[in-house]
């Protein structure tokens, strides 16, 4: 479907640290371009590009607006259990203690990061043909290994620099539990540089051929044709430690392969996560609806925006939880 939205004129916005809205404008729940009731949705940047797409889509043909903005998953869940939101994005699941204060989550798609490194990085021709492994990329991002030639070939000498998020964010929180337990402060700590934001990480990957961080795949892939974009190349997992890439484990030349390997789950999750909407006890009306609709007719667009669609099974026990929160 051709529309008027850019999704990747809103990753770039929020590349940069926006936290305003997309749509509208977050105080306020009366709209001067219709009678109908307005959703006030913040949170998660990861998911908000989705949900902007789903907002546009859904309000085109309904009389409701629908505001949303980002400023992180703990912003959007402050946000909504001060009731000064309606819905808020979340890049993770709920916490026990936000449970406890009345959250309740629904699924809505599946997001993933992945290793990155530069496409002229002096390796890159033996990591994009033997992959590394969970356990090597733990010991190269808790600084461990900090030479290629510990790794990949040992007749090299080239170091190795390791690039984190300064920000608070979901994603990192994810690579760190992936990568065997470690926090976002304890990878912060132990980095080489912080960068407030994918867009940041994505430009240092893109300039420094002896780096290596993560990043959300559509960073790393372009948005409109899904191929590699820019100097930034995927890590791909050696998951069976074999020291090559089966043709199970190689799967990273386009976008689509990639989120089919995360669908099938030759992906591990994590680094691949849920995303979630939530709301304070309950979702109202007017958000009921939507989040029902995303949960349905909205998974439609889903993968082409770049995330992965939770299955049939998940999605019918996340309309269980919407329906018992409604």
């Not at 909504?80 to 989550?105: F, I, S, T």
């Amino acid at each position: 479907m051709e529309r008027g939205y850019s999704r990747r004129s809103a990753l770039t916005a929020l590349g940069a640290g926006s936290a305003v809205a997309l749509s509208g404008c977050l105080a306020g729940s009366d709209s001067d371009s219709g009678s109908g009731p307005t959703i006030r949705i913040s949170g998660g940047v990861g998911p908000l590009p989705m949900v902007q797409v789903w907002a546009d889509i859904y309000t085109d043909e309904r009389d409701v607006e629908i505001d949303v903005s980002g400023g992180g998953t703990g912003v959007g869940v402050s946000d909504v259990l001060n009731e000064q939101v309606d819905v808020a994005m979340m890049g993770r699941g709920p916490e026990e203690a936000e449970l406890e204060q009345g959250l309740v989550a629904t699924a809505m798609l599946i997001d993933t990061v992945v290793g990155t490194i530069n496409v002229n990085n002096p390796m890159y021709d033996e990591i994009r043909e033997r992959g590394l492994t969970q356990e090597e990329l733990a010991a190269i991002f808790s600084k461990e290994i900090t030479n290629w030639n510990e790794v990949v070939e040992p007749d090299v000498d080239e170091p190795i620099f390791v690039y984190g998020r300064s920000d608070s964010s979901a994603a990192y929180q994810k690579w760190g539990e992936f990568l065997g337990g470690y926090t976002e402060s304890e990878l912060e700590d132990m980095a080489d540089g912080n960068f407030d934001g994918d867009q940041q990480v994505a430009q240092a990957i893109n300039n420094d051929t002896h780096a290596i961080s993560l990043n959300n795949i559509n960073y790393v892939y372009d948005f409109n044709t899904g191929d590699l974009e820019m100097n930034i190349r995927p890590v791909p997992l050696d998951r069976d430690g074999n020291g090559t890439l089966s043709s199970e484990e190689d799967f990273y030349d386009t976008r689509d392969d990639f989120l089919t390997a995360v669908e099938d789950g030759r992906y591990p999750s994590p680094p691949a996560r849920d995303m979630y909407l939530a709301a304070n006890g309950e979702f109202d009306d007017a958000a009921a609806d939507f989040v029902e609709w995303v949960l349905t007719e909205g998974q439609q667009y889903v993968r082409e925006n770049g995330y992965a669609p939770i299955g049939d099974e998940k999605l019918e026990k996340q309309r269980e939880i919407l329906a018992e929160a409604s």
